[in-house]
């Protein structure tokens, strides 16, 4: 049974209100609390691509279809599929799609206050899947990186509905064994991670124990600094994106051309933490919502492909539940620290995610 909660809405699509004189955001933004601050999520930017990218997002279902990450197979291969594990997502909703629906263990709508799965977007859906997809309607084809975690998704249309909605995992997160929050999500970053909210709220996710794991944003036509909050926050693991040429082996990936990176614009910071592949990842479909373009590519009704960090950041969340079942003990620091020592540079000097580099590290870490 899906456990609901029905919440009133939020304000949406409000025009963000002005800030007292002097106040520079540092108050700590509660509960519930002025909604109408913070723009409405714009799903549609969160997959920003660029016409030259097209083709390449175009690319028919290959080896990396299901295998998103180097060494994935490795890591499956040793029994971690996510099993006992729970990845909480903050976005559009979830489509009841077959690959997902059966381990939905939680759902609160934050938009509409409705119990029923529902994404009207297809982004949150699609994140599921590449998280966690059975594969059920492909056969295994396509797949997600642990398959069998369980899933909790907070349905939120607004910037303040998504920071209010990590205040609502951290309070539930013990209720629903909550271990992973994926964050596919953004806004230009323009305070230091100290003083913005949600950046507060990530630390105190943090301290609760869980691994917050952010996009790093699709800005990546503004330079250095264009890394999004919350992706700015110190605590959380921050990914970027590459292309990996359709191919497993890392040693051909370049970077994704619309991908943020940093060092972050106010507290310059080193960002992304790692990065994971983001050109043509297919996932789970929901039918006829606003990002199922009919231009791009299908697996029937079931799986469409899509870009951006939004699509690499689910495969590092996903990757942190294989490492948490097979180390429970590790702390959402050193889960962080074990990604980041761990990753594949290459001759590209970009650290990319190698999940079998990962796990053994992980399996011979020392926990703090």
């Known amino acids: 049974m899906i456990r ?7 304000l949406l699509f409000q025009a963000p209100a002005a800030r007292p004189a002097g106040s520079a955001g540092s108050d700590r933004v509660e509960l519930g609390q002025n909604p109408s601050e913070f723009t409405p999520v714009n799903f549609r930017q969160m997959l920003a ?3 030259s990218d097209q083709s390449r997002l175009d690319r028919s279902v290959g080896e990396t279809a ?5 060494g994935l197979d490795k890591v499956w291969a040793q029994g971690f599929t996510g099993k006992g594990q729970t990845i909480a997502i903050i976005d559009s909703g979830f489509f009841p799609h077959a690959d997902i629906k059966d381990r939905v263990v939680g759902y609160v709508d934050l938009a509409s206050g409705k119990e029923k799965l529902s994404d009207n977007w297809g982004h949150g859906t699609h994140v599921a899947g590449i998280v966690a997809g ?3 309607k492909s056969d295994g084809r396509v797949k997600g990186v642990a398959p069998e975690a369980n899933l909790v998704g907070v349905r939120i249309g607004s910037m303040q509905q998504a920071i209010d909605g990590l205040r609502w995992v951290i309070a539930n997160k013990d209720e629903l064994n909550i271990g992973v929050v994926n964050i596919s999500l953004g806004e230009t970053a323009t305070q230091s991670y100290k003083n913005d909210p949600w950046c507060q709220a990530v630390e105190d996710a943090t301290k609760a124990g869980l691994t917050v794991v ?3 944003g699709n800005e990546g036509e503004r330079g250095p600094g264009s890394i999004a909050t919350p992706g700015i926050s110190p605590s959380a693991i921050t990914v970027g994106g590459v292309d990996d040429q359709g191919t497993v082996d890392p040693s051909d990936d370049t970077p994704y051309l619309e991908g943020s990176f940093g060092p972050t614009a106010v507290d310059k910071l080193a960002k992304p933490d790692v990065m994971a592949p983001a050109i043509s990842i297919y996932s789970t479909l929901s039918p006829s919502s606003g990002l199922d373009d009919p231009t791009r590519a299908h697996i ?3 799986y469409m492909t899509m870009a951006g960090t939004s699509m690499a950041t689910p495969a590092v969340a996903g990757l942190v539940a294989l490492l948490k079942q097979a180390r429970p003990d590790l702390s959402p620091a050193d889960l962080k620290a074990i990604l980041q020592k761990s990753v594949y540079r290459g001759d590209q000097n970009l650290p990319i995610v190698q999940a079998d580099a990962a796990l053994e ?3 011979a870490y020392k926990a703090a």
């Not at 609901?4 to 939020?10: D, E, F, K, R, V």
């Not at 299901?66 to 180097?70: A, E, G, I």
Request: no cysteine.
């Open 361 to 363: 590290l992980a399996k």
């Open 4 to 10: 609901t909660q029905n919440i009133p809405p939020a």
């Open 134 to 136: 059975s594969g059920k």
């Open 66 to 70: 299901s295998v998103r990450l180097p």
């Open 300 to 302: 029937g009704k079931d």
């Open 214 to 216: 952010v996009a790093a």
């Open 49 to 51: 691509l660029s016409k």
